[in-house]
């Protein structure tokens, strides 16, 4: 049975690896893995070539190819007659394949050593489902996008805009944002990491469905799968992250029989049996903003989404993010100084009978550890560790954003500081590892130390 | 050389058929199970009646084959190509050696999330037994030794 090469679109998603026979002059057969094949349009597929070198010279000999792929639900399996027409090196086509094995690259460790070396574009000369290959009929229901589903598009996003409206400062905004997510779109694994210039680094400010252990994680830009999705800016879906991870190890263990070093692994930031994951880069103009991240345990999960919605989704929320962040600045400069405000409501700091807490500021590392464990970093240890140090040696337990951003000491940055987003974070951890000692907001670019037990400050 | 032979004929293989038309036009399918007796000497690989009538053809014209077998979990991989000596209709005393290689390979395949019950919904007998004689046998785990001669 012939089928357009769109009726297939689940055999592109790589979730099954495809095969590829090609022949030389002399009519020597070679048959081989591909690691994606891109559907380019209705007339044209591309191929990756990595490490094809046996495939590439027969192609240079005899341009004829056979390829079959397997519908990853179903299992049935189609073949393609191809013709190979030329080798992309760079421009769009390039690019979009390249995104998805830089980004598998860099988080197996192989960045510079796994990557694509051309986008082979071929033209179809034919498609067919493979008859008989299944001895019970395969489930394949039609595909493509009804009206219903478009009209179910524009209800989700305007279902986005409205939480993004209504959220009163950043923390409301990050959870109703990941909510709708969730409750719109399904996507119940998800986080958002904003990204901090001055340090060339994301971090996660909120997450659903991980756990809260997940606040606080960072990536370097450029590192792993959501690194490269912040430097590229661009969106990146890949419904078989368990089959490109497994291809990207192997290729690793092939490497690291030879010569060279080899960075170390970057773990997922989530599921740890995650099948898919879709990251969307968070941009203002040119501007990174940050990068949500999705990740489930069904390889198709987000395949049924079109890349240019959830772009227009994902404009929404940068927006959104970018304003409330600005805002926050906005009215932390406009907060009243420290001695002309109401004495906030928060319990003393010190309650005697239980036993203390060690806090301990490691310097050289700039992070601050409670009792052994790891609690913050950076910006935020340094003002735990400024407000801590505050407490004790003047009893005050009420503080503004104000004093923190006079303090050169703290290292902030002099325009887009994300203060706010820092104090979230200082927050979260606290509330996760340490719920003793809570920053309770008091007012605008306010807040309050409020300490259970007794406080014991090292520093090394 | 022995080990790579062993993996060769582990069970839960890929396997990968390749041929090609007097005119150049190669073609793919999946083989079910291999077999070898002398140390990947010859080779006998199974294909599904159902599925693998081009490849027969081809075989049948040119006689020329090639065959990968490869690890699913973790990509280790070996093509081997030569030329076809017989080509016939499996025996009823193989369809067991078939049923277990398609048993073993749903197996993997259910470790790396594709279920077993779907897996063995694939045609799998009456099979075809092409035995070639290995000519070349070729590296091709994924990465930058794939391609290279292993005997």
């Known amino acids: 049975m012939i089928v357009r090469p769109c009726d297939i679109w689940r055999c592109f998603q790589g979730v099954i690896p495809s095969i590829i026979a090609t022949a030389d002059r002399h009519g020597i057969p070679n048959v081989t893995y591909i690691s994606q094949v891109h559907f380019v349009d209705e007339r044209h597929v591309a191929l990756s070539r990595q490490f094809f070198n046996k495939t590439s010279r027969n192609l240079d000999e005899n341009p004829a190819a056979s390829v079959e792929m397997i519908d990853p639900v179903t299992l049935q399996a189609y073949r393609l007659r191809l013709k190979f027409l030329r080798s992309e090196k760079s421009g769009p086509l390039f690019e979009t394949m390249s995104m998805r094995i830089d980004a598998i690259a860099s988080h197996t460790g192989m960045t510079g050593i796994f990557k694509l070396i051309a986008a082979d574009v071929f033209e179809v000369q034919s498609a067919e489902m493979v008859d008989g290959f ?158 949500i991240a999705a990740e489930d345990r069904d390889p198709m999960r987000f395949s049924e989404w079109d890349e240019a919605y959830l772009q227009v989704i994902a404009n929404q929320i940068a927006f959104g993010l970018d304003h409330m962040i600005e805002r926050a600045d906005d009215i932390n400069e406009s907060a009243p100084p420290l001695e002309a405000s109401a004495p906030p409501p928060v319990r003393p700091a010190v309650v005697s009978r239980r036993p203390p807490l060690r806090l301990t500021y490691y310097k050289s590392d700039d992070a601050i550890f409670v009792d052994d464990e790891y609690l913050i970093r950076n910006i935020p240890a340094r003002i735990l560790w400024k407000v801590l140090g505050e407490s004790q040696r003047s009893g005050r337990t009420d503080f503004s954003n104000r004093e923190l951003r006079v303090d050169t000491a703290l290292g902030l940055p002099p325009v887009k500081d994300n203060l706010e987003s820092r104090l979230i974070l200082l927050r979260h951890r606290l509330q996760e590892k340490c719920p003793d000692l809570l920053i309770v907001p008091t007012g605008r670019g306010r807040f309050a130390l409020r300490a259970d037990a007794p406080l014991e400050l090292i520093e090394r | 050389m022995a080990d790579r032979v062993q993996r060769c004929l582990e069970p839960g293989l890929s396997i990968l058929v390749g041929t090609v038309d007097p005119h150049g036009m190669p073609a793919c399918c999946r083989g079910i199970a291999i077999a070898s007796s002398d140390r990947l000497e010859t080779l ?103 391609g290279c001669r292993l005997r």
């Open chain 1, 134 to 291: 299944l001895t019970e009929p395969c489930r394949n229901e039609p595909a493509g996008v009804s009206l219903e589903g478009k009209r179910t598009e524009i209800r989700g996003l305007q279902w986005v805009s409205e939480r993004i409206n209504r959220a009163t400062d950043l923390e409301s905004l990050l959870a109703s944002v990941l909510e709708a997510l969730e409750e719109y779109f399904g996507f119940s694994h998800s986080a958002v990491l904003l990204y901090d210039e001055s340090r060339q680094r994301l971090t996660t400010i909120a997450s659903r469905g991980f756990g809260p252990s997940g606040i606080g994680a960072e990536v370097a830009l450029g590192d792993g799968l959501i690194g490269t999705v912040a430097r590229e800016q661009r969106l990146l879906r890949l419904p078989s992250l368990e089959a490109d991870l497994r291809y990207g190890r192997a290729v690793r263990r092939e490497a690291a029989s030879g010569a060279g070093t080899l960075q170390a692994e970057i773990p997922l930031p989530g599921l740890p049996d995650a099948q898919s994951v879709l990251a969307i880069p968070l941009t203002v103009r040119t501007r990174l903003v940050g990068v």
């Open chain 2, 44 to 146: 006998t690989v199974y294909l599904p009646v159902a599925t693998s009538q081009e490849a027969i053809r081809n075989i049948a014209l040119t006689k020329r084959i090639a065959v990968a077998a490869s690890h699913p979990v973790d990509h280790c991989s070996t093509q081997m190509k030569g030329t076809t000596i017989e080509t016939r209709l499996a025996h009823d005393e193989e369809s067991a050696h078939v049923q277990r290689a398609l048993d073993a390979f749903a197996s993997t395949l259910d470790r790396i999330g594709v279920p077993r019950q779907l897996t063995r919904t694939v045609a799998h007998w009456p099979a075809f037994a092409v035995t070639m004689r290995v000519e070349d046998m070729f590296e091709q785990t994924p990465g930058p030794q794939a």
